[in-house]
């Protein structure tokens, strides 16, 4: 079992930048895949990015790709998502997530197991 913690989240003006943090527990953080969600108010929750348990391989949702990065380190059990050139539509509150998984990609919240609390990301125009 994991248990994650975001953190990072903030206001920030558009065109600027966030790196939010996503610290995880346990010591099988390396046997996890990671991916990074949001939602904004009234919407569902949507897929921002995802990485490998190894960090070989990632993707991310076409509405970031260029913008934002994802990426961990499993020494420090943690992953992160550099986000910039921040627009005022990327207001939501992100969430990190993990699933056990020895392949590929999640892009389905439903695929994910173990969530964060979720940090709050305030992009202003």
């Known amino acids: 079992q994991v248990q994650l913690v975001e953190s990072g989240g903030g206001l920030v003006q558009a065109g600027g930048s966030l790196r939010l943090s996503c610290a995880a527990s346990?010591?099988?953080?390396?046997?996890?895949?990671l991916g990074w969600f949001r939602q904004a108010p009234g919407k569902e929750r949507e897929f921002v990015a995802a990485?490998?348990?190894?960090?070989?391989?990632?993707g991310s949702a076409d509405s970031v790709k260029g913008r934002f990065t994802i990426s961990r380190d499993n020494a420090k059990n943690t992953a992160y998502l550099q986000m910039n050139s921040l627009k005022p539509e990327d207001t939501a509150v992100y969430y990190c997530?993990?699933?056990?998984?020895?392949?590929?990609?999640?892009?389905?919240?439903?695929?994910?197991?173990?969530w964060g609390q979720g940090t709050q990301v305030t992009v202003s125009s």
């Open positions: 990485i490998t348990w190894s960090g070989s391989s990632t």
């Open positions: 997530a993990a699933r056990l998984s020895a392949y590929g990609l999640g892009y389905l919240a439903t695929e994910y197991s173990y």
């Open positions: 346990g010591r099988t953080f390396s046997r996890y895949a």
